[in-house]
């Protein structure tokens, strides 16, 4: 496991302690980690950003902090409306995970969602692969 899968994994541990966000302080977590405090900076960057389902706040200098939230999506009714026409792969993974964390689908529905709108699946269809992800989704969100 590479240092930025730890230090997602410590930010996740503390936001399920956390009732409404994970605080905490850049250097301090750099220094937990024996890292710079730019390798936090990208991995909140990178793994807690708005389309992964996060807010992230934010302030420098003494006495800082950072402040990461889970966006609520919603049911799978308003999932569904908000996937839009089209879907990148990264989207349609958080909107699964999204919904298997609040326990709206089974584990092995959400592997099988991830596996039937991976990149790899849909690498036949070229240029129309988003639009045809979101369908994919939302479809099979209808049905789950």
Known sequence: MGISD???AFIMELMKNEAEYAEFGRNELADIFGCVPSQ??????TR?????????ESRRGGG????????????PSK??????????????????NYLY????????????????????SLAMVGN????LRAEILKNAICEL
């Open 6 to 8: 730890k230090i997602e």
């Open 40 to 45: 936090i900076n990208y991995v909140i960057s």
């Open 48 to 56: 807690f950003s708005p389309e992964k389902g996060y807010t992230v």
């Open 64 to 75: 800082g902090y950072i402040k990461i939230r889970r966006i609520s999506l919603g049911g």
């Open 79 to 96: 999932v569904i409306s908000q996937i839009g026409d089209s879907c990148d792969a990264d989207t349609a993974k958080s909107v699964i």
């Open 101 to 120: 964390e609040r326990g709206e689908i089974e584990r092995q529905a959400a592997m099988v969602l991830l596996s039937a709108v991976s990149d790899k």
């Open 128 to 131: 129309g692969r988003n639009r």
